[in-house]
């Protein structure tokens, strides 16, 4: 293979040391080979095609307003984000989990790592052509800094390595993510910037009387200032650079000058008023440590200095709200907002654009009331409404978005102008393409569920996804997140606690419930959970399991139906008797830790095939 070195060295205690770095590139010619290390070692932005849909530091300011005016006509609207990271290594998953457990892991996670991405895509059905419309956005988002707001955030590395395993541009993340901020810190930096502002304008009138009345720098002389040698070094410098940029007869605008703390910035400004009352200082806005000095001879020169900096503080603070302001113009409209398995999104959204995630989920759920009051997750729908029990191999938001595209009777959808990139071109795993599958794939569903595209228009709820709304699926088990229950009680009668010899098969189990659809939970080499899908069939289940008469039936060749005990090595309890005898006995494990052992199990399987973690829950 090539190989390119590097040699760094430095100074030690008299000693040079080094360090020598190797990159092996591909053997093979590869137009990708310098893109990848360019985007991993590249101190610059790329130079890549910006397209209408792709939303930047450096355009959001123009494509705002056509984000918002979408969003405002749109019927629907859907969403997806990609992140930093997905779990933290000490969180653990469960089926019996609560959704107050759900929400504390989600929390942890959300307050860790940060969005990268954020895809919106809009849907509006035009009646004239019989299509939707379809707008969508895919947004780079960075918390960069602003005054005290600095945010620390944790990356994950495998989702790291899912992220550029998908081509995502992280040199785009950091140098032109669009910044934001949460609603605390959008309020306090408004109050903060109002209260400058008007000290700007009393600091002005002020100098103007004084000025009038000739005793600027008359003040400023009588207040005793004590300068060290370094100051009076400093305050040369200033006067030399002053009296040569006042020389000059084609000199610049303006001239900056370096004061790196509050007593250099006190030494400039005094300087001004006792020996250049013709001219004008005031902070840099590009610079916390700079003062920019201008001529401002009359007073109306001085009140457009002062108005220019008040509108360049506006918009510096506007630039820094930045993408929350697409949060708000989703929230204002009220439109139904769509995701796919999308807790982990609602949480991050949160986190990031709108507040401080609360204490418990029943704060948290109110909050997305107010924020988003009417949401739809396509995974649940897809896996829980009965019309699609036996319609879908798999519920991932790709093997969705393909099947029912191949649904000749499903409704059209046309990208609108300017965002026509995703036509025909899979982008999986890039936020904006995921909204926009996630959209395609609710009107779908709806559509097949006798949901007309003016039924999804109207305010009300259409009846046949009254009973989804507001329901998030919850990754690896069969309990929703209901936004509109505080409560939200899991319902553990279709699920049974089993005990075996360590040989018990998998096919030994499936044989005790072949005639009802069940999953299998291993706990550990004796202990499963079984979860019936079948409402019906569970109850009669638990009936016989509670008498004490549970047993499978087997037709012979004869058509004679015999009745068969269970196994003797494998005894099934009703998940609720289970509990009961366990907590008789000091220290048993609760049900959450009883799964958690075997999530782990599960978890650390996962790993070992590259970016599974990663790619199961954005599916």
């Not at 040391?17 to 591909?26: M, P, W």
């Not at 090595?569 to 220290?587: C, F, K, M």
Request: hydrophobic share 40%.
């Amino acid at each position: 293979s090539t190989r390119v070195v590097g040699c760094c060295m430095w100074r030690k205690s008299g000693a040079h040391r080094s360090i020598t770095f190797h990159f092996s590139l591909h053997p093979v010619p590869s137009p990708h080979t310098p893109v990848v290390v360019h985007r991993l070692f590249s101190t610059t932005t790329t130079t890549t095609r910006v397209e209408k849909m792709e939303v930047t530091k450096s355009n959001f300011r123009e494509l705002l307003p056509a984000i918002q005016d979408s969003i405002a006509q749109c019927d629907f609207m859907a969403f997806d984000l990609e992140f930093t990271g997905l779990t933290l290594g000490k969180d653990v998953q469960g089926f019996l989990d609560t959704a107050e457990e759900r929400y504390q892991i989600g929390k942890r996670s959300a307050q860790n790592f940060i969005p990268t991405q954020f895809g919106l895509a809009t849907f509006r059905y035009d009646a004239v052509q019989q299509k939707y419309i379809a707008h969508a956005w895919n947004a780079y988002t960075f918390p960069h800094p602003f005054s005290w707001n600095d945010k620390r955030f944790t990356c994950q590395s495998s989702s790291i390595q899912f992220l550029r395993a998908h081509d995502f541009d992280f040199n785009k993340f950091v140098y032109e993510g669009v910044p934001y901020l949460d609603s605390y810190c959008e309020e306090a930096f408004t109050a903060r910037l109002h209260e400058a502002n008007e000290a700007k304008w009393q600091r002005y009138a002020d100098s103007e009387r004084a000025r009038a009345e000739g005793s600027a720098a008359a003040e400023e002389a009588t207040r005793p200032v004590v300068l060290k040698p370094r100051d009076e070094e400093f305050l040369a410098e200033l006067r030399a650079s002053i009296d040569s940029w006042l020389s000059q007869e084609k000199k610049d605008e303006k001239l900056q000058v370096k004061a790196s703390n509050g007593w250099l910035r006190f030494i400039v400004y005094r300087e001004i008023k006792l020996k250049y009352p013709s001219l004008y200082a005031t902070k840099s806005l590009e610079s916390f440590d700079t003062i920019v000095i201008t001529e401002a001879g009359t007073p109306e020169e001085r009140c457009a200095l002062i108005e220019e900096a008040v509108k360049r503080s506006e918009v510096e603070l506007e630039d820094a709200i930045g993408f929350s302001r697409v949060i708000q113009a989703m929230s204002r409209s009220g439109k139904p907002v769509v995701g796919h398995n999308l807790l982990l999104d609602l949480l991050y959204t949160h986190e990031s654009f709108y507040k401080r995630l609360p204490e418990n989920s029943v704060l948290f759920k109110e909050n997305l009331l107010r924020l988003f009051p009417c949401i739809f997750d396509t995974k649940w729908i897809a896996g829980k409404d009965t019309t699609f029990l036996e319609r879908f191999d798999s519920t991932g938001l790709g093997d969705l978005f393909t099947v029912l595209q191949q649904d000749s009777s499903s409704q059209s959808i046309e990208l609108a102008e300017g965002h026509e990139v995703y036509n025909g071109t899979s982008r999986a795993h890039e936020a904006g393409y995921d909204a926009y599958m996630t959209g395609s794939v609710f009107i779908r569903l709806a559509s097949q569920l006798g949901v007309s595209p003016l039924e999804l228009a109207a305010p009300q709820t259409p009846h046949a996804l009254v009973k989804h709304e507001n329901k998030v699926n919850m990754y690896g088990t069969d309990l929703p997140f209901n936004i509109t229950d505080p409560e939200n009680k899991r319902d553990t009668s279709n699920v049974f606690h089993l005990t075996f010899a360590p040989e018990t098969q998998a096919a030994d189990i499936y044989s005790m419930f072949e005639d009802a659809p069940v999953q299998i939970q291993w706990v550990t080499t004796t202990q499963a959970l079984v979860i019936v899908n079948d409402p019906a069939r569970a109850m009669a289940i638990k009936r016989s399991v509670q008498r004490g008469t549970f047993a499978k039936t087997n037709t012979d060749q004869a058509g004679v139906t015999a009745t068969v005990p269970p196994k003797p090595h494998i005894e099934v309890r009703t998940l609720d008797e289970w509990t009961e005898l366990n907590q008789v006995a000091s220290g048993a494990p609760s049900r959450s830790a009883l799964f958690a052992t075997q999530v782990a199990i599960a978890a650390a399987s996962l790993a070992t095939f590259g970016f599974a973690l990663s790619g199961f829950f954005s599916a």
